[in-house]
């Protein structure tokens, strides 16, 4: 499934009128017959229906919502913000329709405040995907009394007042529910407008999936799983699975190797080995399956023996560090850097500039606000432009970490993240995360492919885990990692 901005729907759209000829009132009597039948199961008939409506193409989708229920038999009333004659084309089009099937209009401010006050169901149509903040009056007005109802709000599309450009928000309905055209907008994910959704429902209104397909930007699914994820091959022996390489593990902070090393374990490498520096030995007590080294041993030949390699966990931030983290970036072999790898990156971004194999880095934003200059808020606001353009002119591959984490390959592509839940919200978590990555990356169809296997079922993992046996108060990183297997089966015991 593709997400898209505001823009790239606009774009979409106008294709499906002028290439293939859609009339957009019948794309949007599909959006409004499909947005019905989307919410139709949660109303009864003793509903008192409001629907909100804007004076763009979204108000025309709540005219068609509305004309649509009231021939079913439900109780309907449209609140229209502006009068008719700011009403144009494909709208006014169906507010013509609508009014042939005598659905009752309240035009003024103060009967509005009663009909929404007293509303069981409100139906949200006041902007879409054509909003620009700040809201004009009295636009603000209808909001404020949406959000102040008691009443469930479904949002069409979008929820009102919700815009790509963050700082210009002024006010957002809070809708329950958000019946969104076709495929889900960013703003669906990105933390700062995410909560104004409310559930999330998708309905398809006949757009031509040729252009849609087209665009670079991909939630990962269960189907994108099956259809990458390596198979384990019967005659496959411990050299056809990879030998995977874990920098990091100081004396402070001896465990964030080891969870890294838990991590590939449990997802299929066929050789894991770890590398601290030789002071930390004693503080390890890693898995009788896991070998070691330490950085003493460190040469370019000796890192060449591996087909990938993380570094940055626990590693620490000393000067020695650095110089060792500069001999490790000039490997040609597939390279992850997190956390304090991360932070020694930062001292000398342009480093980056040496690496001849794929590089991967998976900040969380204040990590990545290290990276780039950027404040965490000013990321926050703006994940996908930022990170994607990252990646493109560093030549990386860029996972930020996040509730919805977004994985930017080098060639502009982006794919997000839906699984896991607050459980993740713990410090172990990127460690194992590097772990299960690395596997990934050497086994999987592609580089991305491998990153947004990982990502999906390290979340996929604290989901079942906390479904089933925990609580996201109490389930540790470790529990996650046992949880992997669960999720791995899912995927062998449904292939594709
Ligand atoms: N994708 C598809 O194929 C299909 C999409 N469809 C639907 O169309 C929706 C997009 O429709 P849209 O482009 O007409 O924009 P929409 O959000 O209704 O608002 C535009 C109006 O709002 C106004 N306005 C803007 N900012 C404002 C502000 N700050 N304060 C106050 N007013 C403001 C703006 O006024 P203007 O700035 O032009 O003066 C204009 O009048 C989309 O979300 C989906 O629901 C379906 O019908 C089927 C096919
Ligand atoms: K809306």
Redesign the pocket.
Known sequence: MKCLTSEE??Q??ML?FNAYHMP?EV??E??GRAIVEAMVQDLIKSDRIVVVV????????GFVVARELKNRGYMVTVIQTVTNDKISG?ANVHLNVMQRFNVDIIYDFPDAVQYIHEATVIIDAL??????????EP?HGYVALMNDARAPIYS???PSGVSETIGSMSAVVKATKTVT??APKVTAYIEQTAPYYGELTIVS?G?PTRELDKISRTIWQVCHVKQTLKKRERFGHKGTYGHVLLIGGSVDMPGAIQLSARGALKSGAGLVSVMTEQAARPFLQLPHEVMYRSHDELTPQLLSNYQAIAVGMGFGLTDEKLALFYQILKTEVPLLIDADGLTLLARDISRLKERQGPTILTPHPKEFARLTGFSVDVIKNDPFTLTKAFAQEHGVYLVLKGTHTIISSPRGEQVINTTGNSALSKGGSGDILSGIACVRIMQDETVLAGLCNAVYLHGYASDIAVREDFTAFDITPTDVVDSLSKAYRTFIENPA
Request: no cysteine.
């Open positions: 729907m606009r979409v759209d499906a957009g794309l949007m599909n959006a804007g004076p763009g193409n979204n108000g025309g989708d494909e902007f879409g995907t054509g909003y620009t903040g700040p809201m004009r636009m069409i599309d979008v055209i076709e209104i757009l």
